[in-house]
């Protein structure tokens, strides 16, 4: 591989990590995040019998939702408005090709947000072993290996809905679209699991529900994954496990939409006309 392709590729994820740790929505955003998982502890210590079931539920919380701002925001200020700008056509006179800047600047932002979860993560460790060192709960937590994983999930999350905002951005003139769809995506995906359980049992007797939106949600099942399959908050709060097939299975199904989006993105990237 020629020297000057990987330098060229760690050009645009370092150049990626700076902008995106300068930005304006990266401070406001992450300084949201901190307050929400600090704030977990303080909200702790007005639950005297699960102080640390509550830490933790509202730290994961906003550690999911601030790392979802900053997933959408990244992609809009540091390639969607590239785009509109037209700048990127300067990174395109490299001896690069479209693919390489567009996985260059993904990288960089997954880089991004593995930084800032693994920052929440620890604060979070902190408040909820802090909330817990004072009273010893019924049915406690775990903060070791199950605590980590369900960081790796909400990290997942994150990527996932990242590569549907990139992908948007490759195909949108609109700066403001990937963060727009981006945010209805986060809706959706979290809350059609819940819609087809639901409706798979019987959605209380309502069958005109059913006929109405049944082959609705089927079809959204085919184009959205279910990432609240990703959501193993239960095993760090209560000790209780999901079943062994849950996690890789989830992890399996986050990472296939990952590259399905991002070699979407490249393909309409790589078709796109500058003027």
Not at 85 to 97: E, G, M, N, V
Not at 134 to 163: E, K, R
Not at 188 to 199: M, Y
Request: hydrophobic letters at 55%; one cysteine or more; charged letters at 10%.
């Amino acid at each position: 591989m020629p020297v000057s392709f990987v330098t060229l590729m760690l050009e645009f994820i370092l150049t990626t990590w700076l902008s995106g740790r300068r930005s304006r929505s990266f401070q406001i955003v992450f300084s949201l995040g901190l307050l929400l998982v600090i704030g977990g502890y303080f909200a702790s210590l007005f639950s005297p019998r699960q102080p640390e079931t509550v830490a933790l539920d509202i730290g994961i919380s906003g550690m999911r939702f601030s790392l979802t701002l900053l997933s959408l925001f990244w992609v809009q200020d540091m390639f969607g408005k590239e785009i509109e700008r037209k700048t990127s056509t300067l990174f395109l006179t490299y001896p690069i090709s479209r693919a390489h800047y567009v996985v260059g600047r993904f990288l960089g932002i997954t880089l991004l947000l593995f930084t800032a979860a693994v920052i929440f993560a620890f604060l979070l460790w902190i408040s909820a072993f802090t909330a817990s060192s004072n009273y010893i709960q019924a049915h406690q937590g775990s903060l070791g290996m199950p605590f980590w994983i369900t960081m790796l999930g909400i990290w997942l999350d994150c990527v996932v809905i990242c590569a549907f905002a990139f992908c948007i951005a490759c195909l949108s003139t609109m700066p403001t679209l990937p963060l727009l769809l981006g945010a209805l995506f986060f809706v959706i995906s979290h809350t059609l699991g819940a819609v087809v359980q639901f409706l798979g049992e019987g959605a209380y007797g309502q069958k005109e529900l059913i006929d109405n939106f049944g082959a609705t949600i089927h079809f959204a099942q085919l184009i959205v994954p279910d990432l609240s399959r990703l959501d193993w908050r239960s095993w760090t709060m209560y000790g209780t496990p999901p079943d062994v097939t849950a996690i890789p299975l989830s992890i399996l199904m986050a990472i296939s939409y990952i590259f399905l989006m991002l070699l979407l993105a490249l393909k309409i990237f790589d078709t796109r006309e500058f003027d």
